[in-house]
């Protein structure tokens, strides 16, 4: 009975790779409803896959054409130019992270397409992505709450696969949540490095890795971690002249890197683009932060039976330790974006909660998280129409033989 079952099974398995070379997203969509089969996870993750490799990167607004254009220019230089390409942590005349360089250095070997990069973007992004994904999920452990799975999908929108139009930064934050949040569920410091490997995707991970070293060396220490929150939301301005005046602590590439951060020129260039965007942009994230400030903080004076044990403590208390990093460093432009690193764990703490907690309908905090939720959501899909190929849902071979059209094209423009 036994093997007829596992039979039945791989059966099923072989069925979902099979549909995929038929019609990909169709074999999507059937993998995502048996997410917790690991064959049907390899599926959703060979449609990422897919999608990296149908990415179309032909808006010059965005970070993901200048990394096509400079991929042209690697592929025409020759094997020889090895040290030129990927250059040291701290070279000065080339990048600052590894990964990024080094990944150009292999896929241009092969091809000038930068179609086969982006698939192996997305291949990286992707790992990381759909295992922080899986390891939170299976914490509901069977137990269906429609306030926790309205979360999941928060979880899963605040940094989506179309984020590997910014994958440096995008792709080390999976890296360093993943490894994080397995630490803290485990306690195996084999984590730890994981975490850290961050640093060679983003050099900005640095200074993240040094908060999960804190961590990690003081425990949790609360009396200590929410006097300096307060201290972070009152007087984040303290720390600007400290970084600018002690960056070159970090070394020459770091130090020539974040000097650009800090350059008035770049400074003008972010204030006259935050004043130009739509005022939902500009407040996106001072919403769904009220929202998880507020759940926080409910979630600990009222639901604190539900977070007694060593794992949500050690989440708790990493998330604010991780927020009072993230409120000083936003007095860097760009460094605002350690705030959505700490919204996937205060996520993830907020959706284990819900799983203990039983509902039996929507909870009143979930209520008020649907508008927050659903413009965040909305953003994501809206910046992602920017470079998904419409031809990426048609049967095969239509994503690899029609000429690309965004969705954005389609219905925006």
């Known amino acids: 009975m036994l093997n007829q079952s596992k039979a039945d099974t791989n059966r099923q398995n072989l069925g979902y790779f099979l549909m995929f070379l038929i019609w990909p997203f169709a074999s999507f969509l059937v993998a995502l409803s048996n997410f917790s089969n690991r064959d049907s996870r390899r599926v959703v993750h060979l449609f990422l896959i897919l999608f990296g490799l149908t990415f179309v990167a032909a808006n010059k607004d965005m970070d993901s054409y200048r990394i096509a254009e400079n991929f042209r220019y690697i592929a025409r230089l020759p094997f020889s130019d090895f040290w030129k390409i990927v250059g ?33 973007f997305a291949a990286v992004f992707g790992y990381f992505y759909l295992g922080s994904i899986r390891k939170l999920s299976a914490l509901e452990a069977g137990k269906p709450n429609v306030n926790a799975l309205i979360h999941l999908w928060f979880f899963i929108f605040l940094v989506p696969v179309f984020y590997i139009n910014g994958f440096r930064f995008y792709t ?12 803290l569920l485990t306690k195996d410091r084999k984590f730890i490095w994981i975490a850290l490997s ?18 990690v ?27 600018e005046s002690n960056i070159g602590l970090l070394g ?17 260039g972010i204030a006259i683009s935050v004043e130009e965007s739509k005022w939902f942009i500009q407040w996106n994230t001072k919403i769904v932060g009220f929202y998880i400030y507020l759940v926080f903080i409910v979630s600990r004076i009222f639901w604190r039976k539900y977070s007694r044990d060593s794992f949500m403590e050690r989440l708790f208390s990493f998330g604010i330790l991780f927020l009072s990093f993230a409120n000083f460093s936003k007095v860097i432009p760009s460094g605002g974006r350690f705030t959505t690193v700490f919204f996937l764990f205060a996520i ?9 907690k039983k509902s039996r309908g929507l909870n009143l905090l979930t209520i008020i998280g649907f508008f927050p939720m659903l413009l965040m959501t909305a953003l994501a899909l809206r910046q992602g129409f920017e470079n998904t190929n419409l031809w990426l849902f048609a049967p095969m071979p239509f994503p690899f033989t029609s000429d690309a059209i965004t969705i954005a094209e389609l219905f925006f423009k």
């Open 172 to 183: 080390a934050t999976w890296v360093f949540f993943y490894g994080t949040f397995n630490y």
């Open 198 to 215: 961050s640093i060679l995707i983003h050099y900005s991970y640095l200074s993240a890795s040094g908060v999960l070293l804190a961590y």
């Open 348 to 356: 993830a703490y907020i959706f284990v909660l819900y799983t203990r």
């Open 252 to 268: 020459l590439g770091i130090q020539d890197r974040t000097a650009g951060y800090l350059s008035e020129g770049y400074k003008q």
């Open 88 to 120: 040291g942590l701290y070279a000065t005349d080339t990048s600052v992270d590894i990964v990024l360089p080094f990944l150009n250095f292999i896929v241009s070997r092969i091809t000038d397409d930068p179609a086969l990069l982006f698939g192996a």
């Open 217 to 243: 060396f003081l425990g949790n220490r609360n009396m200590f971690y929410i006097p300096l929150l307060v201290a972070s939301f009152i007087i984040p301005e303290v720390s600007s002249g400290f970084i």
